[in-house]
């Protein structure tokens, strides 16, 4: 059954298009739901943002080539989780951006937030070096509730204005990075000019090297830029530990007067 939410999407689309026809079957009818699902999922106050610094983004080349690498590949996150992030907090709403590579590509792990799990599923070796860190560099233990939390692992934290953001929000299962050259770049590099075109401070963590070419939209004189190496277990030891992303984050918040992230 037509979801409400596909249905209003799907108006939307024809009273904006004098070329649309109507669709000969349920299947076609999928198919056009399919095609202008991306694009009118993103929230209006993300596209409106993205419009207004100039940024323009490729939804139709993106979604087509999403479309056949689902079609012939597994891919992750599931379908209608790439967004994820991005819906659950507006640009007003961000104090902290933790940026990463791309999703994890291990069967059952990526859930559309940059480094989370969804419950009950089994902590990447990422995701454990990062709990490691953050029981290290806050002198508290990680609750061993939010394993089982409804949200994820991760989730909870944007709710505390933690964008968790990938460069890239799609991978092919097993194979890291191989959807490096789709497009994504141009939608999460654009996320981070409207971010930095507020007049607010925010924090961007760049953890790895692809995260870290982002740090160039980035307004140092305005913003804290917090950079190390991946906590993936390959590169953690190169600057990943002991950086104590946490701690540093919120002491720069607090000392421009806005509060800490409850971590």
């Not at 507006?90 to 994890?104: E, L």
Request: charged share 20%; aromatic share 14%; with cysteine.
């Amino acid at each position: 059954m037509l979801s409400k939410k596909h249905f209003f999407m799907l108006v939307r689309y024809v009273f904006h298009n004098e070329h649309w026809k109507p669709p000969q079957s349920s299947r076609i009818l999928d198919e056009y739901i399919l095609v202008f699902t991306m694009e009118y999922k993103l929230d209006s106050y993300w596209i409106n943002a993205l419009e207004a610094i100039g940024v323009e983004i490729d939804w139709k080349s993106l979604q087509d080539s999403l479309e056949f690498e689902r079609a012939n590949f597994q891919c992750y996150p599931p379908f209608g989780n790439e967004l994820k992030a991005l819906e659950c907090l507006s640009p007003r709403d961000v104090k902290v951006v933790i940026c990463g590579q791309d999703p994890y590509h291990g069967p059952g792990q990526a859930d559309g937030f940059a480094f989370s799990v969804g419950p009950g599923v089994e902590w990447p070796p990422s995701l454990r070096n990062i709990v490691r860190e953050y029981e290290s560099d806050l002198k508290q233990k990680w609750s061993f509730a939010s394993h089982w939390s409804d949200q994820g692992a991760l989730a909870h934290w944007s709710h505390e204005g933690v964008l968790l953001l990938n460069d890239v929000l799609t991978v092919r299962a097993g194979e890291a990075g191989s959807h490096h050259s789709m497009g994504w770049q141009e939608l999460t590099s654009g996320v981070f000019q409207v971010l930095c075109a507020q007049e607010r401070p925010i924090v961007f963590i760049l953890w790895g090297k692809d995260a870290q070419k982002k740090s160039s939209f980035v307004h140092r004189s305005e913003h804290l830029v917090l950079e190390s190496a991946h906590p993936s277990p390959l590169s953690a030891y190169r600057g990943f530990w002991g950086s104590r992303p946490f701690s540093r984050a919120n002491d720069w918040l607090t000392q421009h007067e806005c509060a800490p992230v409850k971590w």
